[in-house]
């Protein structure tokens, strides 16, 4: 294991650029010795590990708040589709269903564009087309990640309006509730119970998925490890360590989910 | 509620429900008169409207045409506020449809607090009378999943009771029960029956509509082929369909 850890490592360190003098079946101490100085090279001198936490800082901060805007959003197009398609059938025509068959073409529309483009090209037109004026890298990610995540999270949500049984619409509906008021009360505690592990499931692919916000240049986790090695001309180590705290990130919320999951069916019984 | 005993309650004009434009008539001109404290069966072949014509009376399902006045009130109408008319209308379906997320005490009360703006103290006191009423109170704070069918559907009607109607609408309560549950369930709709409450009832139990029934419809092919005392229509039925059909169900 140790041997081929340190073929691998001095193979790396060698395609780097940085094997010069070193032998490529060095002792274990050798490897010892220069994973060392690679590690004080990359993280400690110049105090280059706050590139990773502040990247990690940045990653965090736009992760949290584009799901919660995803959410809303989810939310609100989730219900504009699913009130259309549960309402088109019985409602007389008149200005309230031409309104909602208009907010659910925009819907439509939404999700079709938002779903069958590349989220790192939508993060491009965002920063410089949509926001071309705004230098606010930050809050740009947020919005570009946020209007991306919410036609996922409206499909989701979708699905769990959708997967509850008409049933429950008629039995609120006959006890004298309107359709909001099913909504509120009935419909959407089962659905957001139903989809609360696929929500959670979404805002771990969120995580992994600002990675590319590098492309417009803002300095996330990625992006951080990425300078390092450019500063450093050494790549294993920096990107190594960017995918290790990506990897304790998601199995840390993974680990969440599948405790949320054993929750649930807990209170179904 | 302005309407006495006897009184028409709710009266049903020419009711017809088409799908597909004309293609597929469920109801082909149904008209009759229930009366407070009626207890109305009706009866029929599977396919025969007898479902549609029930949930036509809250308008889950809207008619085609034709108007239903409930308690002098077109509920046809556009301008008529059919949430608030819903609350006066119990209802009972076939798959109980209780809230699964819910205990059975919060299924009950859900309704009078936050439609009738009842104390939640109140509503709780009032639900655990009507549990008493079907023996069920010590499951008040179970939760839907816990129950057996049987209690299932006596929750689903003492939660319909539970907004205090003035009509109780039954769509075949006791179809989707195992045999040795149907009788708990019949039992509760006679008690209903005899407290005077007026009810409308889908059902394939011949033997709940000679007792209880005050009155029975027959249904075939979206119309009223027959309605009589349950006397008449079992003892001395008149169309042959009629026939036909008791003598398969017999």
């Keep these: 294991m140790l041997s081929f850890l340190s073929s691998l490592y001095s193979g790396v360190v060698f395609l780097a650029g940085e094997a010069a003098g070193q032998s ?71 200005f309230a269903k031409g309104l909602l068959g208009f907010f659910n073409f925009i819907a439509k529309f939404y999700l079709t564009i938002i779903r069958g483009t590349p989220v790192v090209v939508q993060l491009m037109i965002a920063y410089f087309i949509i926001f071309a004026a705004s230098n606010n890298k930050v809050l740009v990610a947020i919005l570009a990640f946020g209007f991306n995540s919410g036609a996922y999270v409206a499909e989701i949500i ?13 039995a609120g509906r006959s006890l004298g509730f309107g359709y909001i008021r099913t909504m509120i009360h009935i419909i959407i505690p089962q ?10 499931n979404e805002f771990i692919v969120l995580i992994k998925e600002t990675s590319v916000s590098g492309y417009v240049g803002l300095q996330d986790l990625t992006k951080g490890g990425d300078i390092i090695r450019s500063r450093t001309y050494s ?6 360590a960017v995918a290790l705290i990506y990897l304790v990130i998601v199995i840390f919320f993974s680990r969440m989910v599948t405790l949320l999951e054993r929750r649930l069916r807990n209170s179904d019984r | 509620m302005t309407a006495e005993k006897g009184d028409v309650i709710i009266s049903v004009k020419d009711l017809k429900k088409y799908y597909n434009g004309e293609s597929i008539k469920a109801l082909d001109g149904v008209t009759t008169d229930i009366r407070k404290g009626e207890v109305v069966v009706i009866i029929g072949p599977s396919g025969s409207g007898k479902s549609t014509f029930l949930r036509s009376l809250n308008l889950l399902e809207r008619p085609t045409s034709g108007t239903i006045t409930f308690d002098g009130v077109d509920i046809t109408s556009k301008a008529t506020d059919i949430n608030k008319l819903r609350q006066r209308m119990g209802m009972v379906f076939q798959h109980f449809n209780l809230f699964p997320h819910l ?29 008493e009423r079907v023996g069920l109170v010590d499951r008040a704070d179970a939760y839907p999943s816990q129950l057996s069918g049987g209690q299932k559907q006596r929750i689903a009607i003492v939660r319909a009771l539970a907004m205090n109607p003035d009509v109780m609408l039954f769509d075949e309560p006791t179809s989707a029960l195992d045999p040795e549950m149907v009788g708990e369930v019949l039992e509760v709709m006679k008690d209903l029956a005899k407290s005077g409450m007026t009810m409308v009832c889908v059902t394939h139990e011949m033997g709940f509509a000679r007792e209880v029934g005050t009155r029975v419809i027959f249904m075939d092919c979206g119309k009223i082929i027959e309605e009589n005392t349950p006397e008449q229509i079992f003892t001395n039925p008149q169309n042959e369909r009629l026939v036909s059909f008791l003598q398969k169900v017999l």
Excluded: C, H
């Design chain 1, 191 to 200: 659905a957001f119970k139903n989809v609360l592990p696929a929500l959670a």
């Design chain 1, 158 to 170: 979708r699905s769990g309006i959708m997967s509850i049984d008409n049933g429950q619409f008629e």
């Design chain 1, 235 to 240: 790549a294993f180590m920096p990107l190594i």
């Design chain 1, 24 to 94: 490529s079946s060095g002792s274990a101490g050798d490897i010892w010795q220069s994973l060392r100085d690679d590690f004080i090279n990359n993280f400690i001198s110049e105090k280059r590990y706050m590139y990773l936490l502040k990247g990690l800082g940045i990653t965090f901060q736009v992760t949290f708040f584009a799901a919660l805007l995803g959410i809303l959003l989810g939310i609100v197009v989730a219900l504009i589709r699913s009130s259309y398609d549960k309402l088109k059938d019985e409602m007389r025509p008149g």
């Design chain 2, 103 to 131: 205990t059975i005490i919060k299924n009950m009360t859900l309704g009078p607090i936050k439609l009738r703006g009842m104390s939640k103290a109140e509503a709780e006191r009032r639900s655990k009378v009507l549990l």
